[in-house]
């Protein structure tokens, strides 16, 4: 059997997905495709669009068959942890092709570039940690070692400056690190990139960041070219159910932390270093939005989305104590299922006395440390986002995964 897997955020899902969702369906005629998405807060440390129950509906109406939480200590981290998080829980699903997409679109030059690093592992990290002394951020730090020891090289690299290339590298070498069967597979992007703001009203394919920037300033319909018909009926749908995830809502309640918080409860923070929390709580009393507070902030070394990611950090009061051995010393200790077709569902049932972890469909009976962190950040997330806090939901616990029937393209629980 071919089990595809993508690791993804879907915020939210757009044109671009698609193609990659589709040209993986053409490519590898897989017998299932399994998707590890963030939660309810994304990689750079932005609260997502919308939920990540409206995203999982999405993929599934997208053609994906099993849709799975990437945990929060996973996905709000820099990429390699990322990467680890999620290749983890792939190879734990039985995942043997990884597909993503990159601007290199070659799989070789990946290959190349980490038989290189690994070749020269001493003298890259010593250049890595000459970067860092300089003051370069870890990204710019880990490509500038990597042009170094890449340099007069006739061999066919991959540019790890691109960001693609840059997390792509991070999946394979995580799988080499697990010794995992998961074969990569990489297509060019069609993606706009991740920062590009362009809005081209022809154009069908947009980055989510200007598709987040548009929903919060025009309509749907105005951006229903560069999203599935049914992506628009989601956004909708969610929006008359909740407020859009950004990080200017949840901004008063981040100002409350920091200045009610002590330093010393601030520098157990995790990811607070070298004393950022005294200009966390310097900047703060005079800042109007978010986007001032984090350009006021902002250094060569504590880039926008690291000090995304460390606002995250304090909202949900994520410990270095409790994160750390969670990131950096453990793998996931529970896979928590968000959506399914029927595909899905009987491959979970053939498969699940294999796992070795439990997979939750709800979270009442699985209380670790992990999945705290995750129903923690899930009802922060809901608490600000959600419209009428009256209204009868769903509890972040009780929340059973969504079941869709891809022959009558209906959900059987709603």
């Known amino acids: ?22 040209t993986l369906k053409k490519q590898l005629h897989p017998d299932l495709v399994i998707v590890v998405m963030s939660g309810d807060f994304v990689q750079r ?3 997502a669009l919308v939920s990540k129950w409206r995203r999982t509906q999405m993929a599934l109406q997208a053609g994906a ?11 709000v981290a820099k990429a390699d942890v990322f990467a680890r998080g999620a290749v983890a829980i792939m190879d734990r699903l039985g995942v043997n092709a990884l597909f993503f997409s990159s601007e290199n679109g070659k799989i070789a030059p990946f290959m190349n570039t980490l038989s290189l690093i690994e070749h020269h592992q001493a003298d890259y990290d010593t250049k890595l940690n000459e970067s860092m002394k300089r003051g370069l951020s870890y990204p ?30 991070q999946y394979i070498k995580a799988i080499r690190q697990r010794n995992s069967p998961i074969i990569p597979y990489t297509i060019p992007r069609r993606h706009a990139q991740h920062n590009d703001q362009s809005w081209d009203q022809e154009n069908t394919i947009a980055s989510e960041s200007s598709i987040r920037s548009h929903l919060q300033q025009q309509s749907i319909q105005s951006m229903s070219n560069k999203v599935p018909d049914f992506v628009a009926d989601r956004l909708e749908l969610a929006h008359r159910e909740q407020a859009y995830g950004t990080w200017e809502l949840f901004f008063p309640y981040l100002k409350y932390k920091l200045i009610s918080s002590s330093k010393e409860r601030l520098h157990a923070i995790y990811e607070m270093e070298e004393g950022i929390e005294h200009r966390l709580q310097s900047q703060i009393r005079h800042a109007h939005s978010f986007q001032a507070f984090i350009s006021a902030v902002k250094t060569k070394r504590y880039t926008w989305a690291r000090l995304q ?3 995250a950090h304090i909202l949900t009061d994520t410990l270095k104590k409790q994160a750390i051995p969670l990131a950096l010393e453990s793998e996931p200790d529970a896979i928590r299922l968000l959506g399914m077709n029927g595909v899905g569902q009987a491959y979970l049932a053939k498969i699940r006395k294999k796992i070795t972890v439990p997979i ?3 979270i009442r009976n699985h209380r670790s440390e992990m999945v705290e962190l995750d129903l923690k950040a899930a009802q922060i997330y ?5 419209k009428d806090q009256t209204k009868t939901t769903y509890s972040e616990t009780g929340h059973p995964p969504f079941r869709y029937d891809e022959k009558t393209g209906r959900f059987l629980n709603e």
Do not use: C, W
Request: proline share 5%; net charge negative; hydrophobic share 45%.
């Open 45 to 47: 440390g932005e609260p």
């Open 140 to 169: 710019n730090a880990h490509a500038a070692a990597y042009r170094a020891i890449a340099a007069d090289k006739s061999i066919d690299l991959v540019d790890l400056a691109e960001p693609n290339n840059s997390l792509g590298f």
């Open 1 to 22: 059997m071919i089990i595809a897997g993508i690791i993804a955020e879907y915020n939210p899902f757009h044109n671009g997905h698609r193609y990659q969702l589709d």
């Open 382 to 386: 809901d608490f600000l986002t959600i």
């Open 360 to 362: 939750l469909s709800k």
């Open 65 to 75: 068959d099993l849709i799975v939480e990437l945990p929060y200590i996973y996905a």
């Open 309 to 311: 990611r460390l606002s």
